[in-house]
């Protein structure tokens, strides 16, 4: 169990560190509906982290064992074709950066995210963690490494909540200190928005330009 958690470490993190989701989260706390939607976005962000990373465990868990030597061909071409997708993510929001100094402008949906409901923000965040392309790769690419280590049900559960947990830990821990210390928690979260805002395609970047290699790595050591 302990080297399963090893190899998806990597990926939780990269789950973790989206700096649009984390936007996303800080404005709802700075919205007037603070309490309602920072909660409902936490439940939906938590939600599809599990639904993506269970989903792909399945299936890993039914595809063909390791072959004489030891290959694993199928998940190695499920790594090699996450890896390969994440540089070019990487690459395209290099390409995409703001120039100069400036805040770029927030998109209409986050400008909108004053009048959101409740289960607008379940939704939100459900789509950002388990239907968004670079998370779901990374859903995908833990799910075939929790299913090909064939764990019993309860070591299987386990690592699949500190997977969670990890991913999901940077929306949960400014919703959750939120809901204790609101007032104290106002001005370094906006801060925080600002310095995400300006440096998030360089973030994301060298985030996807890291795991991707990585990726790329085990897939060819799976042939």
Not at 178 to 202: G, I, K, M, Q, T
Not at 203 to 219: E, R
């Amino acid at each position: 169990m302990e080297s399963v958690i090893g190899d998806i470490l990597p990926l939780a993190l990269g789950v973790a560190i989206s700096p649009i989701p984390i936007i996303a989260a800080i404005l709802m706390l700075l919205s007037p509906k603070a309490r309602v939607t920072g909660v409902g976005f936490l439940l939906g962000w938590v939600l599809g982290i599990v639904i993506a990373v269970t989903i792909f465990t399945l299936i890993s868990a039914v595809l063909p064992d390791a072959t004489s030597d030891a290959a694993t061909p199928i998940r190695a071409i499920i790594h090699l074709v996450a890896g390969l997708a994440l540089v070019i993510l990487a690459v395209r929001r290099w390409r995409g950066r703001p120039r100069g100094d400036g805040v770029p402008e927030l998109p209409k949906w986050m400008r909108a995210i004053d009048t959101i409901t409740f289960p607008g923000a379940l939704g939100l965040g459900f789509l950002l963690s388990g239907v968004n392309p670079k998370n779901l790769l990374l859903g995908a690419s833990a799910g075939v490494d929790i299913g090909a280590a064939t764990l019993a049900t309860g070591p299987l559960i386990v690592v699949i909540a500190v997977y969670t947990i990890i991913a999901a830990s940077t929306v949960l821990v400014p919703v959750v200190a939120y809901l204790f210390a609101a007032d104290r928690l106002r001005e370094p979260l906006d801060r925080l928005r600002l310095w995400l805002s300006r440096e998030n395609a360089v973030i994301m970047a060298v985030l996807l330009l890291v795991i991707g290699v990585m990726l790329i790595g085990k897939g060819i050591g799976g042939f």
